[in-house]
């Protein structure tokens, strides 16, 4: 039975040896697969959480939040930071992989950089899905 180990974009920070480590594991198919999965999946996946979430904070914000005002902007800025750090990411772990093992080095710092601002956007945004929706749920209580 073979070992599950996260792959980069499911862990919060990385290091060069995490890296090399994770994708010495994986072997050259893996490493391929894994190239086609960050090149064209993941690509989609992004887009997807994004539309979804600035439409549901709107939802619950609507009502809650003046319109043209920085926390109704949120809205909208929240998701797009996970996107863009979840993009900047990909494009890490696309030109590690294409220049395995020799570009690692060059990538990994900013690469790594990307990747926890994006789960710290995303704890943002998942707290502010869950607030917007248990405040969505009072509000419409009492109307």
């Not at 480590?21 to 994986?26: D, E, H, I, N, R």
């Not at 994006?118 to 869950?130: H, Q």
Request: charged share 15%; with cysteine; proline share 3%.
């Amino acid at each position: 039975m073979g070992t599950f180990v996260n792959p980069m974009d499911m862990r919060f920070g990385f290091t060069e040896n995490d890296v090399l480590s994770f994708f010495t594991l994986l072997g050259a198919e893996g490493r391929s697969v894994y190239l086609f999965v960050e090149s064209v999946m993941d690509v989609l996946y992004p887009l997807v959480y994004t539309g979804f979430s600035v439409l549901v904070l709107s939802f619950f914000y609507r009502s809650l939040l003046p319109e043209n005002t920085l926390w109704r902007l949120m809205n909208v800025v929240l998701p797009l930071v996970v996107m863009i750090s979840d993009f900047a990411e990909n494009a890490g772990i696309i030109l590690m992989l294409q220049g395995f093992p020799s570009a690692i080095a060059m990538h990994v710092g900013w690469t790594s950089i990307a990747n926890e601002c994006k789960w710290t956007a995303f704890v943002f945004l998942i707290g502010s899905v869950i607030v917007g929706g248990i405040l969505w749920l009072i509000k419409g209580r009492r109307s």
